[in-house]
């Protein structure tokens, strides 16, 4: 059953953590992140926070566009990366092949490419010069 995201978006009331973490995309990146050692925030998604530890870390590498977007998101309002990641009000965000990522590197991986694929789609501009 597929989370209210408009009702859920906001950190629940004595937890601190945020409401779009309750996607189970965000609950494996959790477990992942706590499987590596790592902080996990509540009160910022997992997901990102699983691809801010593959960047920091070496794991990866994306241009500087691209991992300056993913910094800000992590502040980013609740209802604004909802917007970002999910197109229909009431779907969760459920990207393709993400329940098959085995490690946390893979999952940081298929979650970049699909942050790469949504700043096409909500930042035109984004990639349309060529230098």
């Known amino acids: 059953m597929p989370v209210d995201v408009w009702t859920n978006v906001n950190t629940k009331p004595g937890t601190g953590e945020l409401g779009l973490n ?15 050692g790592e902080t996990a925030d509540p009160a910022r998604m997992y997901i990102l926070q699983l691809v801010s530890w593959a960047l920091k870390t070496g794991k990866t590498e994306t241009e500087d566009d691209v991992s300056e ?8 309002r609740p209802e604004r990366i909802t917007n970002f990641f999910v197109l229909q009000h009431d779907d969760e965000y ?34 349309s010069f060529n230098w």
């Open 22 to 36: 309750a996607w189970p995309v965000n609950r494996t990146a959790r477990k992942m992140l706590r499987e590596l």
């Open 69 to 76: 977007t993913i910094n800000a998101m992590m502040d980013w």
């Open 94 to 127: 459920e990207p393709s092949g993400w329940r098959e990522a085995e490690t946390p590197l893979g999952l940081a991986l298929l979650i970049l490419d699909e942050i790469e694929r949504k700043m096409v789609v909500h930042f035109p501009w984004y990639r």
